[in-house]
């Protein structure tokens, strides 16, 4: 296994909706090992396939709920339902998320409650996932990438203002930016 460097936003890979994975086979297991070896390492709660420079609509996720519930998984190809969002504005303690490719920083974010999520494993297994909560934001963000929209360009109004103003801080926005994770590595994302 490999820990994948992790492009930043501007990399074109992350602003296209991504290919449908047509070959089941060793080659997509390791980019699976990968991807959660790298996620792990981040660390993250998810990875998709576009956020280390691959051109695949798959993505993996690992997360423990509060209760001791452990989920985790791979998702190939996935279609995405979701409740319709609630009206408001978000709540920045309970609404914050992150990205891998947005590294160290937090907006608030609403989003869907709850969330089902239809594909394949790496294997080509098919599953079926219900999810609520911070699970259901998981999938919700991990789909995202696979359609080319970085939880950025979901955000509104002041929040949307205030990380227009970090990523040009930060002089992201442009191709050919990446971080690469270690053991214990940068701020956790989603």
Sequence with gaps: MSLLPIVITGEPVLHRPAAPVVSFGEKLQQLVRDLFETMDAAPGVGLAAPQVGV???VF???WES???VVH???AVNPTLW???TPVGAPDPDEESEGCLSVPGLRF???RSPEALLWGVDEKGQPFERRAHGWLA???QHEFDHLDGLLYLDRLQG???RRAARAVRKEHWGVPGLTWQPTVGGREPGI
């Design 82 to 84: 979701i409740t319709p």
């Design 72 to 74: 985790r998984g791979a």
């Design 55 to 57: 051109d695949a609509r």
């Design 137 to 139: 934001r998981i999938f």
């Design 108 to 110: 608030a974010l609403r």
């Design 158 to 160: 002041k929040e949307s």
């Design 60 to 62: 993996v996720y690992g």
């Design 66 to 68: 509060p209760d001791g």
